[in-house]
């Protein structure tokens, strides 16, 4: 099993930044990528970013945060990261991290484990 723990969500305002952690441990071995998600209140849960956990591969964005979100990795710390920049009111979610067994772009049912979520919230 992998266990992932998610960190660094808060209160903020419009226009300032934000960096999550998320750590894996467990049989880090089976992972192939990582990814972020987030769910905002009565919404369905929206795709953010995904990260290749073991090659200098593929990095993908959510349309909605393409330029201003940045997914990064530390394989020594087994730790994927989402740098979040200018954020908006409608940042405001859950956001969970998520590893997979699998590699390419990936759907969220690919996704293996997930976190518990941290609360990202973004004040106008």
């Known amino acids: 099993q992998v266990q992932l723990v998610e960190s660094g969500g808060g209160l903020v305002q419009a226009g300032d930044s934000l960096r999550l952690s998320c750590a894996a441990s467990?049989?880090?071995?089976?992972?192939?990528?990582m990814g972020w998600f987030r769910q905002a209140p009565g919404k369905e849960r929206e795709f953010v970013a995904q990260?290749?956990?073991?090659?200098?591969?593929?990095?993908v964005y959510g349309d909605s945060v393409k330029g201003r979100f940045t997914i990064s990795r530390d394989n020594a710390k087994n730790t994927v990261y989402l740098q979040m920049n200018s954020l908006k009111p409608e940042d405001t979610a859950v956001y969970y991290c998520?590893?997979?067994?699998?590699?390419?772009?990936?759907?969220?049912?690919?996704?293996?484990?997930w976190g518990q979520g941290t609360q990202v919230t973004v004040s106008s």
């Open positions: 467990g049989r880090t071995f089976r992972i192939y990528t």
């Open positions: 990260i290749s956990w073991w090659t200098s591969g593929i990095v």
């Open positions: 998520a590893a997979s067994r699998e590699t390419g772009r990936l759907l969220e049912s690919q996704y293996n484990y």
